[in-house]
T-cell receptor, first 114, second 115 residues
Framework: DGGITQSPKYLFRKEGQNVTLSCEQN?????MYWYRQDPGQGLRLIYYSQIVNDFQKGDIAEGYSVSREKKESFPLTVTSAQKNPTAFYLC?????????????FGDGTRLSIL | AQSVAQPEDQVNVAEGNPLTVKCTYS??????LFWYVQYPNRGLQFLLK??????LVKGSYGFEAEFNKSQTSFHLKKPSALVSDSALYFCAVSFLTGGGNKLTFGTGTQLKVEL
C-alpha cells in the first residue's frame, strides 16, 4: 500500500544536540511538508518542498533545516538553535500545483527533551 | 491572509445523536476546504473536501459537511454519532502558492461521543 512512513516514532534530544526525523513516501507525490503540532495550537508549517533540491520556509522555520535530495524523502533536522523542540512532528505529501488535492500524512514523530 | 476558526475546543454528544463540528474561514477568492480527523498518537486522516459544486459534501465514515458561502462556514456533520468517532477534528483551507499547495489549519475540536 502507498503511504508515508515517519521514523522514529519517539525521539529524545539532549541539550545542544541536533536530531533528524525521517520521512519517506511511496505515493509518487512531488510536494512534501513538515508540520509541528502543539496542544491547542493546531498544525504549523515548518518547511515545504515542491520538487527535488528545492524547498521553502514555512511559518516557523527557525531552528529547523531540511533537504530534498530524492523525491521520496524529506528529512527534517531539529537543530540546537530550536530552544523549544518538544512537540509532535508530522510529515505530509500532496500532488504539486493542485490545491484541490488533500495532503496525506504520516503517523508522526514525538520529540522530547532529555 | 487565509485563516480558519474552530470556535469549540470540545464537543460532547451522546451515541446515536447527530453531531456538528463548526468551522468558519476567511480567504480571498474561492476556497478549497478540508476536514481531517486525528486519533491519539496518529497522523491526520482525510475525511472530505469542498472544491466547487454542491454545498453538501459527503465523505468517509458517514460524515458530511455543509458549505455556506454567505456565512463563510464549513460545518462537519454526522446524522448518528458513534463512540468510535471520538477524536480530534481539524478544518483546513487550501491555497496555492508558488511553492505548491499550502494548508492553513484550525486549532482543532475534540469530539467526545458517550454511551
Amino acid at each position: 500500500d502507498g503511504g508515508i512512513t515517519q521514523s522514529p516514532k519517539y525521539l529524545f534530544r539532549k541539550e545542544g544536540q541536533n536530531v533528524t526525523l525521517s520521512c519517506e513516501q511511496n505515493l509518487n507525490h512531488d510536494a512534501m511538508y513538515w508540520y509541528r503540532q502543539d496542544p491547542g495550537q493546531g498544525l504549523r508549517l515548518i518547511y515545504y518542498s515542491q520538487i527535488v533540491n528545492d524547498f521553502q520556509k514555512g511559518d516557523i522555520a527557525e531552528g529547523y533545516s531540511v533537504s530534498r535530495e530524492k523525491k521520496e524523502s524529506f528529512p527534517l533536522t531539529v537543530t540546537s538553535a530550536q530552544k523549544n523542540p518538544t512537540a509532535f512532528y508530522l510529515c505530509a505529501s500532496s500532488i504539486t500545483g493542485r490545491s484541490n488535492q488533500p495532503q496525506h500524512f504520516g503517523d508522526g514523530t514525538r520529540l522530547s527533551i532529555l | 491572509a487565509q485563516s480558519v476558526a474552530q470556535p469549540e475546543d470540545q464537543v460532547n454528544v451522546a451515541e446515536g445523536n447527530p453531531l456538528t463540528v463548526k468551522c468558519t474561514y476567511s480567504v480571498s477568492g474561492n476556497p478549497y476546504l478540508f476536514w481531517y480527523v486525528q486519533y491519539p498518537n496518529r497522523g491526520l486522516q482525510f475525511l472530505l473536501k469542498y472544491i466547487t459544486g454542491d454545498n453538501l459534501v459527503k465523505g468517509s465514515y458517514g460524515f458530511e459537511a455543509e458549505f455556506n458561502k454567505s456565512q463563510t462556514s464549513f460545518h462537519l456533520k454526522k446524522p448518528s454519532a458513534l463512540v468510535s468517532d471520538s477524536a480530534l477534528y481539524f478544518c483546513a483551507v487550501s491555497f496555492l502558492t508558488g511553492g505548491g499547495n499550502k494548508l492553513t489549519f484550525g486549532t482543532g475540536t475534540q469530539l467526545k461521543v458517550e454511551l
